[in-house]
């Protein structure tokens, strides 16, 4: 595991997580879980980097076969990190696509 900030600031491990990956960085699984093992108590918007990184952490084949997914999650990771960086507003729920939030502001 990285020697980086631990549960004590999840958003600040959340942060230097999305950054890592960002970066071209790998990011196992059990270190997210382990470093946050209770995702569920963080906010809304923390929960759904949470939720992308794992999915992101576990899908290293679909991205290796479809680029265009690859290039969408980095984009929602994007997304992700300036929110949290910023401390805005949550990023869409689950149901709702990056694309419809940017058809939606034309």
Known sequence: MHNEVMMDDPRAHLLVALQRVLQGG???AAELRATIPSPETLQ???KEAWDQLAHWAGEAEVRARDQNYAAFHLDW???LHARLAQN???APTSGER???R???AK
């Open 44 to 46: 809304k918007h923390e």
């Open 102 to 104: 940017l058809e939606g």
């Open 98 to 100: 990056r694309s419809d």
């Open 26 to 28: 790998e990011l196992i």
């Open 88 to 90: 805005a507003p949550a």
């Open 77 to 79: 990771l994007r997304d």
